[in-house]
């Protein structure tokens, strides 16, 4: 399994960039989750439906199930919200994990940058940003692909993609996972 992360300012467009790289890795063969860092409270639930009502009434998890999925909500109730590590292990395996936020996690990452943002780009002072996918002309040495080229930006997310067990071996030395490491 191998893990890659898209970091960005909000409204950089990481999320419709993700949407559209996963149709186009699954038209490879390849099999993509991905974990997204809510940075507010969030809901997954509908209040009211049964599922609510159990996590509402103070169940520490709450396990939905149907022919067609299932989904398992756990509730911190005051608890350290867990690291990008233990959400990790808590993934089935597949060919590719793609990680939205989590910018400070020590992981190789592709940044995702519109020239409108009135922000710098994140790659000069972040050196786990091992490419740019941009709609701006910028001068680096970092591997750039545009915003509408799937194809490339997909190719990008796979070459600098890492093995989870080099995130977990990373995470425990406490160093950064970034582009000048093999």
């Given at each position: 399994m191998k893990v890659i992360g898209i970091a960005g300012w909000s409204g950089a467009g990481k999320t419709t960039?993700?949407?559209?790289v996963?149709?186009?890795?699954?038209?490879?063969?390849?099999?993509?989750?991905?974990?997204?860092?809510a940075h507010h409270e969030f809901d997954v639930d509908v209040p009211g439906k049964d599922s609510w009502v159990h996590r509402q009434s103070g169940a520490e998890e709450v396990l939905v199930s149907s022919a067609n999925r299932w989904a398992l909500m756990h509730e911190l109730?005051?608890?350290?919200?867990?690291?990008?590590v233990q959400l990790l292990r808590k993934m089935s395996p597949v060919d590719l994990v793609i990680i939205e936020g989590f910018k400070s996690e020590p992981?190789?990452?592709v940044e995702v940058y519109r020239k409108a943002s009135d922000k710098p780009p994140l790659f000069p002072n972040d050196p786990t940003i091992a490419g740019l996918v941009?709609?701006?002309v910028i001068e680096t040495t970092l591997p750039m692909a545009d915003l509408d080229d799937i194809p490339a930006v997909a190719a990008m997310m796979l070459t600098y993609a890492i093995r989870v067990e080099d995130v977990l071996a990373a995470h425990v030395g406490e160093r950064p996972y970034g582009r000048d490491q093999a």
């Open positions: 960039l993700i949407s559209r996963i149709p186009y890795l699954r038209q490879q063969g390849l099999r993509v989750s991905v974990i997204k860092h109730r005051g608890a350290a919200e867990p690291s990008l992981i190789r990452k941009t709609d701006a």
